[in-house]
């Protein structure tokens, strides 16, 4: 079951598809047993029970399991060896290569069997998949700049202070001004990063309208409803796109995702050193990783190649 209620209930935008997984109200509240599991950022005992015990087997006396977190342990899960007589898990083991069930590579898969857009969310992103259809192409950008105002214990990164500047200039050595079958749609946590780039291109960006907020943290006197629209449609939008450019970000890494294609025409910007990189998919390497480190997540979905363009 998925129950998000906070700022808003999830199923206002995002709708059971092939599984329901709606939370049945008239039977939440009864004396079933349950289990709480809080593991935020860093969970010992959880990563410990997930990565080295029966907890499939364990679970199973719990009438409710509730889980929050925000760890990535699914690559954990399938190397978990006391947990391989499970139907569901010898499924994946029997078809996906170890080294890539992951959450970067099953996320796309996932999301589609639990969640469908509403017709609001079709609706806002309709004019520009009629674009699409009718010959353009969409080059998307996403611009994490950090420290929204409505989230002032959000981190800021200092390294991405001229990104969009970069960004432009990356634009313009390809000769996008010139495209006019190119749409150029832009998503950021920052209104003034994002003006730089409206301001360039005028006739041939796309933005979402909307108050640009953290849906986790949001301000007082804001419309909830709006900045849930906005966010649910800004995901769907960056998994449309024939080219990314993207900073480090887990909302955008997870929308490319989405992508028919996720590595074609994928770039990533380097603050460290004012880059922008393509992207490769690091699990074509001869060597791929065994696990994702959940600090360095982001870095595992975006593959940035260090050669240069």
Same mark, same amino acid.
């Given at each position: ?31 079933? %047993? ?23 087997? %364990?679970?199973?006396? =719990? ?140 006739? /041939? ?57 996720? =590595? /074609? ?18 699990? /074509? ?25």
């Amino acid at each position: 079951m998925i129950d998000m209620t906070h700022p808003v209930d999830v199923k206002n935008y995002l709708l059971p598809n092939m599984y329901n997984w709606t939370l049945d109200n008239k039977t939440s509240n009864l004396n079933f %047993t349950r289990k709480v599991i809080h593991a935020i950022d860093h969970e010992p005992n959880f990563e410990n029970e997930i990565r080295n015990t029966k907890f499939i087997e %364990t679970w199973t006396q =719990y009438d409710d399991i509730e889980i929050y977190t925000n760890i990535d342990l699914v690559s954990d899960i399938f190397r978990n060896p006391l947990i391989r007589n499970n139907t569901i898990i010898d499924m994946f083991l029997l078809s996906v290569p170890l080294e890539q069930l992951n959450l970067h590579s099953l996320f796309p898969f996932l999301f589609e069997i639990l969640f469908q857009p509403s017709t609001e969310v079709v609706n806002a992103i309709q004019s520009i998949l009629h674009d699409i259809e009718n010959g353009y192409t969409l080059t998307c950008i996403h611009l994490r700049m950090g420290q929204n105002p409505s989230n002032p214990l959000d981190a800021r990164f200092e390294d991405r202070a001229s990104a969009a500047e970069n960004i432009l200039d990356f634009l313009n050595r390809t000769n996008l001004r010139k495209m006019r079958n190119t749409r150029i749609f832009i998503a950021s946590d920052s209104e003034q990063a994002l003006s730089k780039i409206v301001r360039e291109f005028p006739n /041939q960006t796309i933005t979402i309208p909307g108050p640009i907020i953290h849906v986790d943290r949001p301000a007082d006197g804001v419309h909830r409803l709006d900045v849930f629209l906005k966010v649910v449609t800004d995901f769907y939008v960056l998994g449309e796109c024939h080219m990314s450019i993207l900073t480090a970000s887990g909302f955008s890494a997870l929308a490319n995702r989405r992508r028919t294609e996720p =590595y /074609q025409n994928l770039f990533k910007y380097d603050g460290s050193n004012r880059r922008i990189e393509r992207c490769h998919d690091i699990y /074509q390497d001869s060597q791929p990783p065994k696990t994702v480190i959940v600090g360095k997540y982001c870095r595992v979905v975006f593959n940035c190649s260090s050669r240069e363009m």
